[in-house]
């Protein structure tokens, strides 16, 4: 039996390890693929990823397009998740980073010593990133958290201890609820952000409105990673989801889902079902999460009529803002037919406009047509 694992953040890597476990005896394989140079996804970018187990083939720098490519018996999807970003006037300038975005170009070595940074958006990332580039010698001058005290006491009241710990250690005093960038400056290069009614200088701003799950290599494949059964499996019984691809939970969540989706792929139900109680305890997390980081409406009223959300093909919001539909405003602006094929501004035009992005189409990255390559049969 051959299981594939799409995905090596802590979903796909508890998968793997599962599922090689569950397989041991019966002389499966287990392939494990991510698009990165390195295992680990978001959170243990640049370090800190656990082992992977023998047994276990290994395809890095391989970023899954099109399903077409894949075989498998079992096939499990752990694409996790990326930044939201929200458009206001001067998203686009040099300087200004996704908060998840700036932390990963330090990890691979970008130097912020000394640098004056303001970190905004919402979410526990954000004090984590600020965390970590205060660590590494930056100067935190403000972090931005556009949900009020009121829902984050709330969140902190429902926080199992663990959790607090990790607070208290990422507490910050430039913490600030309530507060929202409106605006960056500059020519060339951020020089400031206007955020709470003041002006405060900075060389990066690292903003991100919480995280999307990665559904379109789901979506490719006709199942809905929202839609799964208690072992993680999909309408199509050879395929599981696991990890934020399923909905923004944590890494807890995602280590635990993901370890039930490799034992149930590998036919070993009864250590699936030990990690149940875990995982709905880490879902009442992820629901406390949800309510506590919803984004505010003022957020949708910041972009101005000459402001950029497609920043691939240039469409402003004055372009978008008569249309009807997702499609009407690709087919007369192309907004989202960019490099990105509108991974940025789909979940942004969802939350201005409320448009649904239309269906998916391979390949999902731009590819050159000589890298194309089957997976499956003979891991590299
Ligand atoms: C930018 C960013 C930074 C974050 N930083 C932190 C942090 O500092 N602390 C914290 O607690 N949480 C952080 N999080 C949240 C944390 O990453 C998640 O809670 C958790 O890691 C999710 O695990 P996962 O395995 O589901 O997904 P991820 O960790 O997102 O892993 C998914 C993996 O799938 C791969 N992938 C996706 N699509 C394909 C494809 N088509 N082909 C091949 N490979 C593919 C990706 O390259 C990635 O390695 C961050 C999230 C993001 C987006």
Same mark, same amino acid.
């Given at each position: 039996?051959?299981?594939?694992?799409?995905?090596?953040?802590?979903?796909?890597?508890?998968?793997?390890?599962?599922?090689?476990?569950?397989?041991?005896?019966?002389?499966?394989?287990?392939?494990?693929?991510?698009?990165?140079?390195?295992?680990?996804?978001?959170?243990?970018?640049?370090?800190?990823?656990?082992?992977?187990?023998?047994?276990?083939?290994?395809?890095?720098?391989?970023?899954?397009?099109?399903?077409?490519?894949?075989?498998?018996?079992?096939?499990?999807?752990?694409?996790?998740?990326?930044?939201?970003?929200?458009?206001?006037?001067?998203?686009?300038?040099?300087?200004?980073?996704?908060?998840?975005?700036?932390?990963?170009?330090?990890?691979?070595?970008?130097?912020? +010593?000394?640098? +004056?940074?303001?970190?905004?958006?919402?979410?526990?990332?954000?004090?984590?990133?600020?965390?970590?580039?205060?660590?590494?010698?930056?100067?935190? +001058?403000?972090?931005?958290?556009?949900?009020?005290?009121?829902?984050?006491?709330?969140?902190?009241?429902?926080?199992?201890?663990?959790?607090?710990?990790?607070? =208290?250690?990422?507490?910050?005093?430039?913490?600030?609820?309530?507060?929202?960038?409106?605006?960056?400056?500059?020519?060339?290069?951020?020089?400031?952000?206007?955020?709470?009614?003041?002006?405060?200088?900075?060389?990066?701003?690292?903003?991100?409105?919480? =995280?999307?799950?990665?559904?379109?290599?789901?979506?490719?494949?006709?199942?809905?990673?929202?839609?799964?059964?208690?072992?993680?499996?999909?309408?199509?019984?050879?395929?599981?989801?696991?990890?934020?691809?399923?909905?923004?939970?944590?890494?807890?969540?995602?280590?635990?889902?993901?370890?039930?989706?490799?034992?149930?792929?590998?036919?070993?139900?009864?250590?699936? +079902?030990?990690?149940?109680?875990?995982?709905?305890?880490?879902?009442?997390?992820?629901?406390?999460?949800?309510?506590?980081?919803?984004?505010?409406?003022? =957020?949708?009223?910041?972009?101005?009529?000459?402001?950029?959300?497609?920043?691939?093909?240039?469409?402003?919001?004055?372009?978008?803002?008569?249309?009807?539909?997702?499609?009407?405003?690709?087919?007369?602006?192309?907004?989202?037919?960019?490099?990105?094929?509108?991974?940025?501004?789909?979940?942004?035009?969802?939350?201005?406009?409320?448009?649904?992005?239309?269906?998916?189409?391979?390949?999902?990255?731009?590819?050159?047509?000589?890298?194309?390559?089957?997976?499956?049969?003979?891991?590299?």
């Amino acid at each position: 039996m051959k299981i594939v694992i799409v995905g090596a953040g802590p979903a796909g890597l508890a998968a793997a390890r599962s599922a090689a476990e569950g397989v041991a005896r019966s002389g499966a394989d287990v392939t494990l693929i991510d698009g990165n140079h390195s295992t680990g996804g978001q959170i243990w970018r640049g370090g800190g990823a656990p082992e992977i187990e023998t047994g276990v083939a290994t395809l890095l720098n391989t970023r899954v397009a099109s399903p077409d490519l894949l075989t498998f018996d079992k096939l499990i999807l752990a694409t996790g998740a990326r930044e939201l970003f929200l458009p206001f006037p001067g998203w686009t300038l040099p300087g200004v980073f996704g908060a998840g975005g700036l932390q990963a170009l330090v990890k691979e070595g970008l130097d912020v +010593r000394n640098k +004056r940074v303001v970190v905004a958006g919402t979410g526990p990332l954000l004090l984590a990133v600020a965390h970590y580039l205060k660590t590494h010698g930056a100067d935190i +001058r403000l972090i931005a958290e556009q949900a009020p005290w009121s829902k984050l006491i709330r969140f902190g009241a429902a926080l199992p201890s663990r959790k607090w710990l990790e607070a =208290l250690r990422l507490w910050n005093p430039c913490f600030s609820p309530s507060t929202w960038v409106t605006e960056a400056q500059g020519t060339t290069h951020v020089k400031s952000v206007s955020a709470g009614g003041k002006k405060i200088p900075c060389d990066y701003l690292a903003i991100g409105y919480g =995280l999307v799950p990665n559904t379109e290599l789901p979506q490719l494949m006709k199942v809905d990673p929202c839609a799964l059964d208690e072992y993680q499996r999909t309408s199509n019984p050879a395929i599981f989801c696991a990890g934020e691809v399923t909905g923004i939970g944590g890494v807890d969540l995602s280590i635990v889902e993901g370890s039930i989706a490799g034992y149930a792929a590998a036919g070993d139900v009864e250590k699936a +079902r030990a990690f149940f109680v875990q995982r709905d305890r880490w879902k009442r997390f992820g629901t406390a999460l949800a309510e506590a980081f919803a984004l505010r409406p003022e =957020l949708a009223q910041l972009a101005r009529p000459d402001t950029f959300v497609c920043r691939c093909e240039d469409v402003t919001y004055q372009e978008l803002v008569a249309k009807a539909s997702w499609r009407e405003a690709k087919i007369h602006s192309r907004c989202g037919m960019g490099p990105c094929q509108g991974r940025v501004c789909g979940p942004a035009v969802e939350f201005l406009f409320g448009w649904k992005p239309d269906s998916v189409r391979p390949p999902l990255f731009p590819t050159p047509s000589g890298s194309f390559s089957m997976i499956g049969n003979e891991p590299q």
